[in-house]
Nanobody, 115 residues
């Protein structure tokens, strides 16, 4: 069955870095655009970054431009989110999403930025 499993979240101090991973299985990963979303307590889920099937043409939310980088390894069926210069407002549950005709979601990984 389709699975998206996020990992790499945790507690980090402001200014620190984390690298999230999302391992996919059960579908043809290379045919799907991949994205990262996040949801903070009491807020709506928001798009963080998108990467198309071939890897080019990435799109970022204004709030993370210049700090976050999305990438994918189609040979490993994995999408990554490198997060640098983290701020307390980046604290959220981070989800990966695969979309082509249908959309699939992972279960999320918690990122907490606090001193």
């Amino acid at each position: 069955q389709v699975q998206l499993v996020e990992s790499g979240g945790g507690l980090v101090q402001p200014g620190g870095s984390l690298r999230l991973s999302c391992a996919a299985s059960g579908f043809t990963f290379s045919n799907y655009a991949m994205s990262w979303y996040r949801q903070a307590p009491g807020k709506e889920r928001e798009l963080v970054a998108i990467i198309p099937t071939a890897g080019g043409g990435t799109v970022y939310a204004d709030s993370v431009k210049g700090r976050f980088t999305i990438s994918r390894d189609n040979a490993k069926n994995t999408v990554y989110l490198q997060m640098n210069s983290l701020k307390p407002e980046d604290t959220a549950m981070y989800y990966c999403r695969a979309v082509r005709v249908y959309a699939y979601w992972g279960q999320g990984t918690q990122v907490t930025v606090s001193s």
